[in-house]
């Protein structure tokens, strides 16, 4: 996996209501979206995530934490509702909704995951990466990741 560019600046977003701010360094300027069922159950459709070094967040206590599985937490604003983060807990890394933040155009697609759970109904034009669930997991594990 090659390394994705980044952004020179801070990139800072926020909430639908401005409750939760999310400062981000480092940002990764190429967008990771994941088609699993999970994720269309929690966003609608699928969900687009960037990654970045250190995080300042402001608001915290409008966040709401939720533990989604063994190893993930999806945060979002009690307030608006506005879905923030997506946490790996085995990394700890997070990664944020794309929409929080006001972002150039031209960004590239990192790759698409899950795409076997991927609704018919809806296709993305930008040629990325795809990766299905078990290529995920078995990319993971080969990271030294568990999911038992
Ligand atoms: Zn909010
Ligand atoms: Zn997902």
């Known amino acids: 996996m090659s390394e994705a560019p980044r952004f020179a600046e801070p990139v800072t977003g926020r909430c639908l209501c401005g409750a939760v701010t999310i400062t981000v360094t480092a940002m990764q300027a190429e967008v ?8 269309q159950r ?11 070094e250190s995080v300042t967040v402001t608001g ?7 533990r ?3 190893w993930a937490e999806r945060a979002f604003c009690g307030t608006c509702g506005s879905n923030l ?3 790996f807990l085995p990394t ?3 990664s944020f909704l794309a929409g929080l933040f ?3 155009q031209g960004m590239a697609i990192e790759r698409q995951i899950f795409v076997d759970e991927k609704p018919d109904w809806y296709d993305i034009a930008q040629e990325s990466p795809m990766l299905t669930g078990a290529e995920v997991i078995a990319e993971a594990m080969a990271q030294g990741l568990s999911f038992d």
Do not use: Q, V
């Open 85 to 87: 983060w997506y946490r």
């Open 68 to 70: 989604s599985s063994e």
């Open 42 to 52: 929690w966003g609608g459709a699928f969900f687009a995530g960037l990654k970045g």
């Open 60 to 66: 915290e206590g409008a966040i709401t934490l939720y």
């Open 92 to 94: 700890g890394h997070r």
């Open 32 to 39: 990771e979206i994941c088609h699993c069922a999970m994720c």
């Open 102 to 104: 006001d972002l150039p």
